[in-house]
């Protein structure tokens, strides 16, 4: 009964925005780091970004540094992935993870999954 659900993925154009959300059932996210991944098709899953649990957030790639932000509703045992000035190449199914407190970019460190939400930015 422990899962993560994302949500706000869909089709969008370059240069436009999306916000996914994280939300928890079956425990609170208060203590826990949130990690935002994503696969491309015929790609490696990769970290995009990750929120700790006292707040601070990274973004890993490049190429999404200055682009992406991540914020936290505890209240709401949320997480939001707000994604501006969308470009092609950051198409693909995108994953929340769980893990407590720190945040790291390795996927084997985090033992809560949601199921993905695709995104997708094409013109």
């Known amino acids: 009964q422990l899962q993560l659900v994302e949500s706000g993925g869909g089709l969008v154009q370059p240069g436009e925005s999306l916000r996914l959300s994280c939300t928890a059932s079956?425990?609170?996210?208060?203590?826990?780091?949130i990690g935002w991944f994503r696969q491309a098709p015929g790609k490696e899953r990769e970290g995009v970004s990750c929120?700790?649990?006292?707040?601070?957030?990274?973004n890993y790639p490049d190429s999404v540094k200055g682009r992406f932000t991540l914020s936290r509703d505890n209240a709401k045992n949320t997480v939001y992935l707000r994604m501006n000035s969308l470009k092609p190449e950051d198409t693909g199914i995108y994953y929340c993870?769980?893990?407590?407190?720190?945040?790291?970019?390795?996927?084997?460190?985090?033992?809560?999954w949601g199921q993905g939400t695709q995104v997708t930015v094409s013109s």
């Open positions: 929120t700790s649990s006292s707040g601070g957030s990274t």
């Open positions: 993870a769980a893990r407590e407190v720190y945040c790291s970019n390795q996927e084997y460190r985090f033992g809560y």
């Open positions: 079956g425990f609170t996210l208060d203590n826990y780091a």
